[in-house]
């Protein structure tokens, strides 16, 4: 009779014999044996009757069971066995489940798909727009796929997630955060599938890797700064005349290219969104009409370019290929946009050389600057500011008794319209004095012939 582990590793086929089978002691009834087989693993075996018949059922080979382990399957077999139910078929049916169950790649894939295509309550559009189909498959493939991709959804456990989570926390806090969201979503998804029996991700809260979201920022540049800010993108693609010189508008000393520093420019003018600029296409002009064809809110949104803006975007025909669809072509990948991380990297590079003395501000500030610069500059109202910068209404009585007045298109052209009037005469166009050591008199240089 075997009691104890170590019982399991000494046992030994008889001589002569082709098994061997030593019965083991077990709290939890007889049947429990260990068979020794000629060479072959020793293997756990349970012996039970059921409708009058003698049954073996394997319960895992050794070592990769161990006797505790086997005690314990022991258990659940015995417990079936005495409800009826032969613990065979209770283990063909779970190996066929685990068979067919989806990996977390195509759970996320028709999870997505199903997000895309099912309408909000209130039937205008789906519950996420493709923008963010297309944010939230980026988000799982850069932080999710290539590690937990091919795991099988009920092998997801929390120490699988806190093990990962882990290694995001020391790459990217925001990164972590996203993924994070994306994986409660997806495993709530299993648990209303019956995929599993409840989620892994329920204890595991971004405080617990210090990515809880930042508070809301309210940084944005008044006139003075767009000015400083202007004047730094004019001098950040210097060096070399890289256009005349039939280049891509980079040169060696410069700080960002000239797609990058215009597509910023084009920010401060429309007061649209990082992705929306670096997505516009000449498909999408017609004249000083630019129609963003899918913006956050699920809506198209025209945008009234001013002369500036106009200007700019010339200027960009000279800069991107003749073949390339995006006005604003990355200069290292033909064909394709510039990135919204590109845009960042080269707009953190400009404030470090060229604006050090200026508290940090983002690409998305610039928005936020457009806004109040516009109420305090323009005395535009609240509603003129929402609908220029393309926002859903929160107020659902206000969004449903005022969308006229919400969307009239003359007076967001005006809007548009007058605040590039304000961008070319007091931030592209300025005066600065410098003074000279040599000469000891003062030079008034004028910036930005826009």
């Not at 205008?124 to 290539?146: A, C, G, N």
């Not at 210090?210 to 944005?220: C, G, I, L, Q, S």
């Not at 004047?231 to 210097?238: C, D, P």
């Not at 926002?391 to 590039?420: C, M, V």
Request: hydrophobic content about 40%.
């Amino acid at each position: 009779m075997i009691s104890q582990d170590r019982q399991v590793a000494a046992a030994e086929l008889k001589e002569g014999a082709t098994a061997t089978r030593f019965a083991i002691s077990s709290k939890h009834g007889n049947g429990l044996s260990l068979e020794v087989r000629a060479g072959k693993q020793k293997r756990f075996v349970y012996r039970f009757r059921l409708l009058g018949k003698q049954q073996t059922m394997v319960l895992g080979l050794y070592p990769a069971m161990g006797l505790a382990q086997a005690r314990e399957r022991h258990c659940v077999a015995v417990g079936q066995v005495k409800q009826g139910i032969d613990p065979r078929q209770v283990v063909a049916e779970a190996k066929q489940k685990n068979e067919q169950m989806l990996v977390l790649d195509e759970l996320f894939e028709q999870w997505l798909s199903h997000k895309a295509s099912v309408k909000r309550r209130d039937g205008v559009r789906s519950e996420i727009s493709l923008r963010t189909v297309t944010d939230y498959r980026r988000i799982y493939q850069t932080h999710l796929q290539k590690v937990l991709g091919k795991y099988r959804v009920c092998d997801i456990t929390m120490a699988v997630l806190h093990q990962h989570y882990q290694k995001l926390q020391k790459v990217s806090l925001e990164g972590l955060r996203k993924a994070m969201g994306i994986m409660n979503q997806v495993m709530e998804e299993a648990m209303r599938r019956q995929l599993i029996e409840i989620s892994p991700t329920l204890a595991l809260k971004p405080k617990v890797y210090n990515a809880t979201p930042n508070p809301p920022r309210e940084r944005w540049l008044p006139i003075s700064e767009l000015r400083a800010l202007w004047h730094a993108l004019e001098e950040g693609v210097e060096g070399g005349g890289a256009l005349t010189a039939g280049g891509r508008g980079i040169a060696t000393t410069s700080v960002l290219s000239g797609s990058v520093a215009n597509a910023i420019k084009i920010v401060i003018l429309s007061a649209v969104r990082r992705g929306e600029v670096i997505s516009m296409q000449w498909a999408h002009l017609d004249g000083d009409r630019w129609t963003i064809p899918e913006t956050k809110n699920g809506r198209p949104h025209v945008v009234t370019l001013s002369p500036l803006a106009q200007e700019i975007i010339s200027e960009q025909r000279m800069i991107t290929s003749s073949t390339s669809p995006y006005v604003f072509e990355s200069t290292t990948k033909l064909g394709h946009a510039i990135t919204g991380d590109a845009l960042m990297r080269a707009l953190d590079r400009l404030q470090k050389r060229k604006l050090a003395e200026l508290e940090p501000f983002s690409v998305h500030d610039l928005r936020r600057s457009v806004a109040n610069c516009c109420g305090i500059e323009l005395g535009a109202g609240p509603l003129e500011i929402e609908h220029m910068l393309n926002h859903q209404i929160s107020d659902k009585l206000l969004r449903t008794y005022q969308a006229g007045a919400l969307r009239n298109p003359e007076k967001l052209r005006s809007l548009f319209l007058r605040w590039g009037d304000i961008v070319k005469h007091q931030i592209a166009q300025y005066e600065v004095e410098k003074s000279s050591d040599v000469m000891g008199n003062v030079i008034q240089g004028t910036f930005g012939k826009r």
